[in-house]
């Protein structure tokens, strides 16, 4: 079955609700099960329900599709991307080290940070260059790595740091939120796990927040189901719904987004306003060859960073008169979406730092949505004008 079929049915099939042949899946809201001692084991067998808190019948349907969708042997569901991050950092947590990609997402650097100080584990970040990271990995690490960075949408030449993980006997961890399954699968390219943020294009309408993990092989499997059952990371049935619900069109949504996407970017690219534009898909972009290379489709995902000329003032000002896209901290939803990294995700940081990352005072983060592609540039160009008059003053 094409993956895209399957994003669109999953595995339910109305004849196993016998009863009321639900064209939907139920939404199993019981949060504890009969489950006599005497007759069955301590710990639930996969795919066993018990207490809600380790599993749940909605739930595992959209872990058996995600794992599918993702090329993986198992999926486990949890309450945010967070909480799929934190439930991998300290499960299985036999890492010495955990490396990061430097333009990664501000929340994951913090917690990362965070956990190695009470740990006594480390982090460092190194790359891009990405001659940075692949020179540093080695035995006993944990690399983490987005397949498209937030914000200046960096993409790691995954099969070379697949390949070097395997020599060295490191651990490498993808988030995919940015790509989506639709656009890259790093579990087929050798990656050991693959992390997303369903909050974003997965669930995809900017009402529920969860997170997804896939992976192959029984060991990882058992680490994280035991850490989510620990932490009491795992998703609510409801919530399983709804990015079930959102899964239906995934394809549909990130394929005509990120067509937008590249249609605006080269719009942008031609602004005398704009200073300089991140997207993968132009040929100006740092990994353009990383990107032709690993995003089949032909299709480099729908988010496109801009640098305005005029520094925070002219940022600030474009912001306000935007009248389509709404400005946000988010990606990954129906509206269109801009985001001001260098007062928000990123503004903790020290300003040289900020400079090294790319993450300037007229950096924005545009989100493509599903509008049509000619009222998103009417809105940006509309906005690009009247932020230039106030500028003027
Ligand atoms: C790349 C990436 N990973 C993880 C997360 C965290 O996901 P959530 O907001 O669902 O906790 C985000 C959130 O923006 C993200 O951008």
Known sequence: MDRRTHAARG?????????SMDVEPPIHISSVYRYPPYEKPLRPRKGEV???RENNPTVMLLEDQFATLEGGDWGLAFNSGMSSLSTLLLFPGTQKRTILQRVVYGATR??????AERTGSKVVLRGPPWEELLHEATGGDLVLVETLGNPTLRVPPLDELVDRCEQRGCRLVVDNTMASPVLLRPLDHGAGLVVESASKYIAGHNDVLAGLIAGRGEE??????????LLGTHLQPMDAFLVMRGLKTLFVRVREASRSALVVAEWLEAQEDVERVYYPGLETHPDHENALALFREGLFGAVVSFELRGGRRRAEAFLESLRLAIPTASFGGVETMVSYPYMASHRSLGEEEKRLLGITPGLLRLSVGLEDVRDIIYDLETALKASRRELRG
Do not use: F, I, N, V
């Open 11 to 19: 595995p339910w099939r109305p004849e196993e609700e016998p009863r």
């Open 50 to 52: 018990k207490y809600g």
């Open 110 to 115: 913090s917690l990362a940070e965070r956990l």
């Open 220 to 229: 990882d499997y058992q680490a994280l189901w035991e850490g989510r059952r």
